[in-house]
């Protein structure tokens, strides 16, 4: 038998379809929020990532698979999606053809990292970067995209962290007294933070090394150091969350392990996905002009596929139920009972009903197999009235609704039922 290799998964049958809700659920909020899809090469020149991430990051100097091509060249395997769509917009000239644009895109990214559960080798991501923007208002956007999909989803057990780690203008000095701070226990570091010190002292932030957390807690806090603007941005963010009824924390050492961040970094972060962090981003204000675009302000995340499947999976949250079942009794009420379905998936909601009602007790338990979130009854009585019961299943009330108001009721209770 010749097995895989270590840190990469088989996603069989039984996986797909909460695998299929995630991705459709994060399709449909980029529409909602008019960001649209890029597909973005699986390969690229090694460059794109170490001048994008940075050559001392850990994605770049340690866990890239890199290899030659024939010509001689090094190749690697995409690590993440940002340096790519930063590469594809700069050489298609977009920055010059369109004043803002938002991007998004989904597959398999490849990192070498130890592998355990919720860290993978080959491991999939949604994605989502807004070019052109240098107000709040963009990393609000992409924060409330990545919070809605996850509150489609079904997600609710989880914190959004953010942190500002400031701009070229103010970072140094700050980065200058972290350096000071470290430069007398660096015997007390571990080998990698030692490292870090000299190339990366940010990252020594973001040790996750027990003894290097203890010297953590007294590092001097960027958020002193920030300067005007950046703390006026990182203020109108905040306000922009609360305001959107976005609940978050602020997490002072969130530094993130790409280098190409400014300002805003934010995570969000789950108890169960045995990593923590199921989708992150920032603000990355240099990077198209690290590329060789014209100055261009740019915010973006990205969210692990299979973290998200381990909470779904860990919290038993199954992919969306039907909408609607409709129960009937009789040859007038079949005939209701189809244009109603049909009028109902017409506007957007699932609806389904048996073609031979068998009495309303087996349609009722085919209801509950089905998962519908509502009930519609259409018997005789319910004809000569012209009211029909809908039947909410979650909640169990039940109400009667006159024929001509039913769809915008039925959209009423169920979108009520997907802000639960
Ligand atoms: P990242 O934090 O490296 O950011 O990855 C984003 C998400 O991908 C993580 O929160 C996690 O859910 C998932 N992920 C990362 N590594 C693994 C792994 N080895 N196994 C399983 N899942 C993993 C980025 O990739 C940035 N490009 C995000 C971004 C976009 N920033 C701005 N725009």
Not at 24 to 30: I, P
Not at 259 to 267: A, I, L, P, Q, V
Not at 388 to 395: D, G, L, P, R
Request: charged fraction near 25%; proline fraction near 4%.
């Amino acid at each position: 038998m010749i097995a895989k290799p270590p840190g990469i998964e088989d996603i069989f049958p039984d996986r797909i379809e909460r695998w299929n809700h995630v991705i459709r659920t994060a399709r449909d909020v980029f529409r909602l929020f008019n960001i649209r899809e890029i597909i973005i090469p699986v390969m690229e020149f090694t460059e794109v990532f170490a001048r994008g991430i940075g050559d001392e990051t850990d994605i770049v100097s340690k866990e890239m698979f890199t290899f030659e091509d024939r010509g001689g060249r090094s190749l690697a395997l995409r690590p993440e999606g940002t340096a790519s769509v930063v590469r594809a917009y700069v050489e298609n000239g977009d920055y010059n053809r369109l004043s803002s644009c938002k991007l998004f895109y989904m597959g398999p990214m490849f990192r070498a990292e130890r592998p355990q559960k919720g860290r993978l080798r080959q491991f999939n991501q949604f994605g989502a970067e807004i070019f052109g923007s240098a107000h709040p208002y963009a990393d609000f956007e992409a924060i409330a995209s990545m919070n809605l999909i996850a509150h489609k989803i079904g997600l609710r057990d989880y914190t959004l962290l953010i942190n500002s780690i400031g701009c070229p203008a103010c970072r140094p000095a700050f980065i200058k007294d972290l350096k000071s701070y470290y430069a007398s226990k660096k015997s007390q570091l571990c080998s990698d933070c030692s490292r870090r010190l000299e190339k990366n002292p940010l990252r020594l932030l973001d040790c996750k090394v027990d003894a290097c957390g203890q010297l953590k807690t007294e590092a001097p806090v960027i958020a002193g150091y920030l300067c005007d603007s950046c703390a006026q941005h990182h203020a109108k963010l905040k306000s922009l969350l609360a305001e959107g009824g976005i609940s978050f924390m602020e997490d002072p050492l969130l530094v993130r392990g790409l280098d190409y961040y400014t300002r805003t970094t934010f995570e969000f972060v789950s108890g169960s996905t045995g990593q923590n962090a199921f989708a992150a981003g920032g603000r990355y204000d240099t990077l198209v002009e690290m590329f060789g675009g014209k100055p261009t302000p740019a915010v973006g995340f990205a969210a692990g596929i299979e973290r998200i499947l381990i909470l779904l999976e860990t919290n038993k949250i199954n992919s969306p139920a039907l909408d609607v079942y409709i129960v009937h009794s009789g040859d007038n009420a079949f005939h209701e009972a189809r244009k109603t379905a049909m009028a109902l998936r017409a506007s957007g909601i699932s609806a389904d009903m048996e073609a031979e009602a068998k009495g309303f007790k087996s349609q009722f338990k085919k209801a509950d197999r089905e998962n519908a979130r509502l009930v519609i009854i259409i018997g005789k009585d319910e004809i000569s009235q012209n009211q029909y019961s809908i039947k909410n299943m979650i909640t169990g009330n039940q109400q009667s609704v006159a024929r001509e108001n039913l769809i915008a009721y039925v959209a009423q209770e169920l979108s009520a039922l997907r802000l639960k």
